[in-house]
């Protein structure tokens, strides 16, 4: 049974820092695209920043700089550090686990957290 379990969200205030912890289970980790997003209300979803099974990361130009995802593998967990974060960062964010198991493409979700910034 595959399943991604987010934790870390809360309340900052601007300026404030936040650490976003995906655990993933079901035997998927060490294959997968892991990937942050995140929906604002009346928005539409949005990539925040992935890393994939090599390490490599991409991040959305509004974070780059102020966020960092990094991966342990000890834990078959991702990380998501958030720093110097601003109002616009309010969001349901989401973890997101892709890749390919016996030759079967697969898409997994967690059930998002909330990250609410405001003084």
């Known amino acids: 049974q595959v399943q991604l379990v987010e934790s870390g969200g809360g309340l900052v205030q601007p300026g404030g820092s936040l650490r976003l912890s995906c655990t993933v289970s079901?035997?998927?980790?060490?294959?997968?695209?892991v990937g942050w997003y995140r929906q604002a209300p009346g928005k539409e979803r949005e990539l925040v920043a992935s890393?994939?099974?090599?390490?490599?990361?991409n991040y959305a130009d509004s974070v780059k700089g102020r966020f960092t995802i990094s991966r342990d593998s000890a834990k078959n967990s991702v990380n998501l550090q958030m720093n110097s974060l601003k109002p616009e960062d309010t969001a349901v964010y989401y973890c997101?686990?892709?890749?390919?198991?016996?030759?079967?493409?697969?898409?997994?979700w967690g059930q998002g957290t909330q990250v609410t910034v405001s003084s």
């Open positions: 997101n686990a892709r890749g390919a198991r016996f030759a079967r493409a697969y898409d997994y």
């Open positions: 079901g035997g998927i980790f060490s294959g997968s695209t």
């Open positions: 890393i994939t099974s090599g390490g490599y990361t």
